[in-house]
T-cell receptor
Framework: LAKTTQPISMDSYEGQEVNITCSHNNIATNDYITWYQQFPSQGPRFIIQ?????VTNEVASLFIPADRKSSTLSLPRVSLSDTAVYYCLVGPAGSNYQLIWGAGTKLIIKP | ETGVTQTPRHLVMGMTNKKSLKCEQH?????MYWYKQSAKKPLELMFVYSLEERVENNSVPSRFSPECPNSSHLFLHLHTLQPEDSALYLC???????????????FGPGTRLTVL
């Protein structure tokens, strides 16, 4: 399975756009890219998933370049409540039991 | 409300106790998972059940024993635990991990376990 690399932590300010990049150089042809968000003492929550190009939903966008060796989670106009740990996961369809969770990126939003 | 509930939310137990964690999902999913999250460590997958059959056991010590009586309920039976087993235990469910598509997992709030 493809290993992912993310920054350990990031800081930003309310109202800013935040981009978190994840590297997955060994991504396989049938791998999807999935992002989760986790608040302290809670379970992770699914944010977005994509295979290629761009995916957008009501909370975030996911940008995936043509070579798919990296991906960027974009959070528009963040607020204090977006302070959380964000995880990037890579794996093939139907592979939840094979996903490897890394340390994630701890995002801190300041007023 | 994620549709996945876990009880109890907090548990303190001695090393000789026997206790059980309960998870219930109200989403009509076919797969359920147990994860362990220790302080400052990534999530570790412990067990996976699909259609009530165990499909994955990531070399978890036998002092942890899962039970999946039906597709909506999942238990984790604990006995003779060690202090290093203190962690947040998370339950999750998904539609079907073998459905042929990348599968969103829905997590419960977790049980904070402390072993004395």
């Amino acid at each position: 399975l493809a290993k992912t690399t993310q920054p350990i932590s990031m800081d930003s300010y309310e109202g800013q756009e935040v981009n978190i990049t994840c590297s997955h150089n060994n991504i396989a042809t049938n791998d999807y890219i999935t992002w989760y968000q986790q608040f302290p003492s809670q379970g992770p929550r699914f944010i977005i998933q994509g295979y290629k190009t761009k995916v957008t939903n009501e909370v975030a966008s996911l940008f995936i370049p043509a070579d798919r060796k990296s991906s960027t989670l974009s959070l528009p106009r963040v607020s204090l409540s977006d302070t959380a740990v964000y995880y990037c996961l890579v794996g093939p369809a139907g592979s939840n039991y094979q996903l490897i969770w890394g340390a994630g990126t701890k995002l801190i939003i300041k007023p | 409300e994620t549709g996945v509930t876990q009880t109890p939310r907090h548990l303190v137990m001695g090393m000789t106790n026997k206790k059980s964690l309960k998870c219930e999902q109200h989403l009509g999913h076919n797969a359920m998972y147990w994860y362990k999250q220790s302080a400052k460590k990534p999530l570790e997958l412990m067990f996976v059940y699909s259609l009530e059959e165990r499909v994955e056991n990531n070399s978890v010590p036998s002092r942890f024993s899962p039970e999946c009586p039906n597709s909506s309920h999942l238990f984790l039976h604990l006995h003779t635990l060690q202090p290093e087993d203190s962690a947040l235990y998370l339950c999750a469910s998904s539609q079907d991990p073998t459905s042929g598509r990348a599968d969103e997992q829905f997590f419960g709030p977790g049980t904070r376990l402390t072993v004395l």
